[in-house]
T-cell receptor, first 115, second 114 residues
Framework: AQTVTQSQPEMSVQEAETVTLSCTYD???????LFWYKQPPSRQMILVIR??????QNATENRFSVNFQKAAKSFSLKISDSQLGDAAMYFC????????????FGKGTHLIIQP | SAVISQKPSRDICQRGTSLTIQCQVD?????MFWYRQQPGQSLTLIAT?????????ESGFVIDKFPISRPNLTFSTLTVSNMSPEDSSIYLC???????????FGQGTRLTVV
């Protein structure tokens, strides 16, 4: 079975600085997807960024980028120019390819933005 | 994209009773997923609900405790039966299928069992 590990329960960063959230995963599959979701206090799960395992190029979405190391099974999220609105729980998630499965989530990282 | 409406948004229930959570999607989907998020914890998949067939439950979750209905391609319900305080959690409905598709989530139901 696949597992997702987030080893940082909490991270703190100064506004406008850069922070990196770590995620590792374990799977025997070759076809899969990785996601970072953000959950603010409103509880709504918001997709931050997505990476297809077959793509070597790291995904980027504005201030958010990932460092996808497939051989190391590592998928870290970098947030540049941190903003107060980035404060939330961040969950790393895995889904097997084919699209018929639910997501496996890591335990989450609570991101605090210091003004 | 998909817009998911989940009801109720929160409820406080007596132990021993049951609560049914509704999930309505604005488009037809084959699969709907139900997750549980215990206080301060991550999301755990409860079951996958396909229209026209019985739901598939993950290890640790059983149909008697979490019966699921899926009467059509836009609607599903999850019932939390014979509740105890340990069932106090956020329950989330999700959709998203096919290659290269993100998962969309409802806003969740915060359940407190007293």
């Amino acid at each position: 079975a696949q597992t997702v590990t987030q080893s940082q329960p909490e991270m703190s960063v100064q506004e406008a600085e850069t922070v990196t959230l770590s995620c590792t995963y374990d799977t025997s599959e070759s076809d899969y997807y990785l996601f970072w979701y953000k959950q603010p206090p409103s509880r709504q799960m918001i997709l931050v960024i997505r990476q297809e395992a077959y793509k070597q190029q790291n995904a980027t979405e504005n201030r958010f980028s990932v460092n996808f190391q497939k051989a190391a099974k590592s998928f870290s999220l970098k947030i540049s120019d941190s903003q107060l609105g980035d404060a939330a729980m961040y969950f790393c998630a895995y889904r097997r390819g084919g699209g018929a499965d639910g997501l496996t989530f890591g335990k989450g990282t609570h991101l605090i933005i210091q003004p | 994209s998909a817009v998911i409406s989940q009801k109720p948004s929160r409820d406080i229930c007596q132990r021993g009773t049951s609560l049914t959570i509704q999930c309505q999607v604005d488009s037809q989907v084959t699969m709907m997923f139900w997750y549980r998020q215990q206080p301060g914890q991550s999301l755990t998949l409860i079951a996958t609900a396909n229209q026209g067939s019985e739901a598939t439950y993950e290890s640790g979750f059983v149909i008697d405790k979490f019966p699921i209905s899926r009467p059509n391609l836009t609607f599903s319900t999850l019932t939390v039966s014979n509740m105890s305080p340990e069932d106090s959690s956020i329950y989330l409905c999700s959709v998203g299928e096919g290659r290269n598709t993100e998962a969309f989530f409802g806003q969740g139901t915060r359940l407190t069992v007293v």
